[in-house]
């Protein structure tokens, strides 16, 4: 092979190998902070129900269903435990937060 052919090989490859790795980097880069964009989101919103999750051991809050309806979009909802939160009469503040708690566990798995 000619040599000229060999030393133009070489020079294109010196000249687009760094713009691939360039590419593959920041496309990596990208994907890393979305990750970190959603997971920021998950927790925020987690911690919107739980502040209204405390509140609503009395009344029925329309902020307490809007946190909620939240949830809804980033989470797989478990519906026995959002049941035992919702629809259960309890006795006494310690089996509701009990509640809340199991349901904030099986939330808190997925971020």
Same mark, same amino acid.
């Given at each position: 092979m000619n040599t000229d052919v060999i030393m133009c090989i070489i020079a294109l490859s010196a000249i687009i190998s760094p713009i691939i790795v360039a590419f593959l980097n920041n496309q990596h880069d990208y994907k890393i902070r979305k990750l970190d964009m959603i997971i920021k989101v998950k927790q925020e919103v987690? *911690? !919107?129900? +739980?502040?209204? +999750?405390?509140?609503?051991? !009395?009344?029925? *809050?329309? *902020?307490?269903? +809007? *946190?909620?309806n939240k949830l809804y979009i980033y989470f797989e909802i478990d519906e026995k435990l959002?049941? !035992?939160?919702?629809?259960?009469?309890?006795?006494?503040?310690?089996e509701y937060q009990d509640a809340v708690a199991k349901f904030m566990k099986n939330l808190s798995e997925q971020i």
């Open positions: 987690l *911690s !919107d129900f +739980a502040k209204n +999750a405390i509140n609503n051991f !009395d009344t029925n *809050s329309i *902020s307490f269903y +809007a *946190s909620l959002l049941k !035992d939160i919702t629809e259960k009469q309890h006795n006494t503040i310690y």
